[in-house]
């Protein structure tokens, strides 16, 4: 697969939020691919386009985020504000609809929620980054983590729903081999402005257009 970004790789499908939202729906992936200096260095480790992926839900009348974040650990956030300040590129991943029909979402939707709290595994990053680079063994995954980070949460709560996105290692797990799974199809890219401060009380994501005008 061709993820989107890659050199060669076709044009981006441009989404506007406002118009997607009401079609995320939940257990749906989001993929990131920063520009900072962190993401880039996950990137290049993982042999992949992506950084960073997170978990959508419905939360009232709200569309939330759920992910291990370096700072912060693992949170919910709502998903306009998630999108609408991330510096970088954001792809919209959806189940496909034979797999939907027998993942569990409602055992996903749970573990996410059970993980809020925990702590972001940097070490467990770094090790992942030194079998990369070196050859050095996995961690083993726990059944009862202290700390995670982001592929390695998204695939757990898959796991503990019945359906591994990529392997049977949690902690082997990088954002780009979630993307590439045959569990999800790529949507499109989330249009956004990460200079527009986004409004938490309302969910929109802004976008800068002609002549400095905003929608969202």
Not at 98 to 126: H, I, M, P
Request: aromatic share 6%; proline share 5%; hydrophobic share 45%.
């Amino acid at each position: 697969m061709t993820l989107p970004g890659d050199p060669g790789a076709i044009p981006a499908v441009q989404l506007n939020y406002g118009d997607i939202r009401g079609q995320v729906e939940d257990a749906d992936v989001l993929l990131f691919r920063g520009t900072i200096f962190f993401s880039r260095a996950i990137e290049k480790i993982s042999h992949g386009a992506y950084s960073h992926c997170a978990i959508a839900a419905n939360w009232a009348e709200r569309k939330m985020l759920l992910q291990a974040e370096l700072m912060g650990g693992i949170q919910a956030v709502p998903m306009s504000v998630a999108v609408g300040t991330y510096k970088g590129q954001v792809d919209w991943y959806k189940i496909v609809p034979a797999v939907r029909a027998k993942l569990d979402v409602a055992a996903l939707l749970a573990e996410a929620r059970a993980d809020l709290g925990l702590t972001y595994a940097t070490s467990d990053l770094l090790r992942v980054a030194a079998h990369n680079l070196f050859g050095v063994s996995l961690p083993e995954d726990s059944d009862n983590p202290h700390a995670l980070f982001c592929s390695q949460y998204v695939e757990r709560c898959f796991r503990k729903a019945g359906v591994s996105l990529c392997k049977d290692s949690d902690v082997g797990t990088s954002p780009s081999e979630i993307a590439d799974s045959n569990v999800l199809k790529f949507m499109g890219t989330i249009v956004h402005d990460p200079n527009i401060v986004p409004d938490r009380s309302a969910d929109s994501v802004a976008v800068a257009i002609a002549k400095g005008t905003k929608i969202g």
